[in-house]
């Protein structure tokens, strides 16, 4: 079932259900849809068949019409990070090259920078205004009965495209990964028919619209009559416990350093957590002291682990824990879960190696890059019936559950986003003239820099540049000026030894040290 006829099924049950709400302004499941459906008609008026359609929007009410306004309009779209630096939107650009770029008034003047030479019809949405247009349709209901046969969705081809989210590549070029409406059709349905929501529950959505779990909030929520709640204060999301209480949330979907931010902020306590019934997270290993902080805040959240590359459409496994069963999945980790129904999982030798996937929920490649496509979707050769994804990452096999155990490359996540140790040296290496060396330790980048003739005069100029150049998940946390960086007996880089200095200078507040 595609995600427009799920949200067309939605609105006629939950018609008057508040879809989304934004504090002072709260939309219905009804008035939602024909949003969609007027900015449908737009993207359909500018005679641009199969068009690519960027995204350039904070998370919203816009935002989340102009996704399935641009599936109604049988297009795809690709969400961009506003706050990401001007260099990394305008490589974005340059690959896609879209023919239609939606976008609000505030951020107009940027994107008119951005696109320069670049022939592309921008439609300018308000939300408040547009919204308020769209009650002057009368025939509303007539249209969503239309979107509710079925047969109407027989002519969507088998590999049309969804939607295409950009990842950080080896290079630190970010690649566009394409889903297929079939893939997110799949796994759209199997999250409404786990999560099973009801009215009254309310899910925040807190990860920004290009990282891909956002597409969990966003299509499960529309799909399933509840309520979303877009966060896009900072403020917000520092005191996401407060959020939580204030707006009765009842699911949450986060990765799970969020868990560590919100110990540290004391905001992980029974009264905000109260009325939480399910947490789900993806997007980074998730730890045993985890889980048990939030159990000893409320021992009858059911937590849901998950995992899956945004090259296998958000996530495709899940182990469902509560208070009673956890432990038995911990071990350095929590376990990955279990392949989700039309989805395959295997390890490249047998217990233990590559995660190899396999499924419906695969994507159709890398926008305009074959060989790296090549390189990485393959048909199977593995006694697999569909098209497989080797992940790069590596797990073990034990008493029957797999285990994250850490990358083929140095590659990590940061915030939720996949991010290039290499790719960051070489942008401050560009930046000092030196040699860098950067380590992810307790969920922050650390940076060294191989430089005994740096001044403190330069501190200033430097971390301007880095702040400015690179996105706001790949800025090190600290950085340490070294004579030289630790290396081993072998000339190896010793990762130890900089942890050891990372750790006697915990406490210190400086952005950058000098060791």
Partial sequence: MDPV?????????YPNQIAIDEGDEKITYVDFFNFCYQLSVCIRS?????????????SSTTAYAAMFGTLMANRFYSPINVKASLKHKKIIIKSLYPEIIITSTEYLPEVNTLIKNLCANILIINGLDYKRSVKDN???NKIISEFCQEERYNNLEIHQLAYIIYTSGSTGTPKGVMISREALSHYIIWATETFKLKSDDRWPQ??????????LDIFTVLCSGATLIPIYSKQNKILLGEFI????????????????MLIKSRQLST?????????????????????????????????QNTYGPTECTVSCTMVQLNNNNYKKYCMETVALGNPINGMEIQLSNKDEGEIIINGIQVAEGYWNQKELTTLNFSESNTGF????????????KKNGNIYFSGRKDDQIKSNGYRVELNSINNQISTITNSKVFTLYHKYNLHSFIENPSFKKSDFTLIKSQIKSTLNYYEQPCKIYIVNIIPRNQNDKIDKSSMIQLI?????????????
Wanted: proline share 4%.
């Fill in 206 to 215: 807190y990860s920004n619209i290009s990282f891909d779990l956002s597409v």
């Fill in 5 to 13: 006829f799920l949200l067309a099924k939605t609105t006629q049950i």
């Fill in 385 to 396: 019936q569909k098209k497989t994804y080797r992940t790069g990452d590596y797990a073990i």
């Fill in 503 to 515: 750790e006697l200078h915990h406490e210190n507040p400086n952005f950058m040290i000098i060791i």
């Fill in 245 to 260: 209480k204030r707006n009765n949330i009842t699911i949450l979907n986060v990765v799970p350093s969020v868990i560590d």
């Fill in 138 to 140: 009368k025939g509303i």
């Fill in 271 to 303: 009264l905000n957590f109260k009325k939480i019934r399910i947490i789900n997270f993806c997007g980074e290993p998730l730890y045993r002291y985890q889980i048990e902080a939030i159990f000893s805040v409320n021992q009858q959240i059911i937590i």
């Fill in 46 to 58: 500018t005679n641009t068949p199969q068009a690519k359609v960027l995204l350039y929007l904070d």
